[in-house]
């Protein structure tokens, strides 16, 4: 008997229970509900607010800007014709673009590769035009560019235009030569090698100024120069040159 009393009343309250869990479960959509409600109501868009519009992208052609810069960098490559009427500061000779260049950036002048290593050598690296060091590799592209300004000196002033380029005609009293047989003395003073005015060809240069019997062979002559005027601290005033195109004219 007890014992059916006992199912009894587990029974009922697990009837209870289950009323009171559903009577919750109830409670809880109708919240949710009413929140997602008010949510959506709450999110009206509003016709008169302002939305920026999206701005559109523009894509990037990198392509097109190499083909810019390709143009541009053709454009200012230095050619043979951008070189006409152009001479070598120091020898004269027209500008060849495939002997090499370099510029003086001060005075604007140029100078073919060779030239610039007579510059180095005998001159400190100064421009024979202006004597500005200030000078580069020109590396293909386009500067300024102009000629040398080249005076014609006499023995009575020449004294005045040392590391400059310069235009000489005087009388050729004798022909030196050094006791090695290399380098020439072509005087233009009657006076021993140290002391007398002259024209110099070093042991480098004979070949391509005519060799030792033409060298020799201006002996007596009048002639008239263009060459790099220096002073030796030994053999004293000289004329430097490095080509036969240099003696400009021989009587």
């Not at 949710?32 to 920026?52: D, E, F």
């Not at 490559?77 to 500008?95: M, R, S, V, Y």
């Not at 140290?194 to 005519?210: A, E, M, N, P, Y």
Request: aromatic content about 10%.
């Amino acid at each position: 008997m007890e014992f059916l009393i006992l199912i009894a009343v587990i029974f009922v309250i697990s009837f209870i229970y289950e009323k009171l869990k559903g009577s919750s479960s109830s409670n809880t959509n109708s919240s949710q509900s009413t929140y997602q409600s008010n949510s959506k109501s709450n999110t009206v868009k509003n016709p008169n607010a302002y939305r920026p519009k999206k701005t559109p992208t523009r894509k990037i052609n990198f392509g097109e800007s190499n083909n810019i810069q390709t143009n541009t960098s053709n454009n200012n490559e230095i050619k043979q014709e951008d070189l006409k009427d152009l001479n070598d500061a120091f020898t004269g000779a027209p500008l060849d673009l495939k002997l090499g260049l370099f510029r003086c950036n001060n005075c604007q002048v140029y100078y073919h590769t060779s030239s610039y290593e007579i510059l180095l050598s005998e001159n400190n690296r100064q421009c024979m035009s202006c004597g500005s060091s200030d000078i580069t590799s020109v590396n293909g592209i386009k500067t300024g560019a102009r000629n040398a300004s080249v005076d014609v000196i006499t023995l009575d002033n020449y004294k005045n235009h040392l590391g400059r380029v310069i235009t000489f005609e005087g009388h050729v009293y004798t022909v030196n030569e050094s006791r090695r047989g290399n380098d020439f003395a072509v005087m233009f003073e009657n006076k021993s090698w140290t002391r007398g005015f002259k024209l110099v060809f070093f042991r480098g240069s004979i070949s391509k100024c005519g060799g030792k019997t033409y060298i020799n062979s201006l002996k007596g002559k009048n002639i008239k120069v263009r060459g790099l005027l220096k002073h030796h601290p030994k053999f004293g005033y000289e004329i430097v040159i490095s080509e036969k195109s240099q003696i400009l004219k021989v009587n």
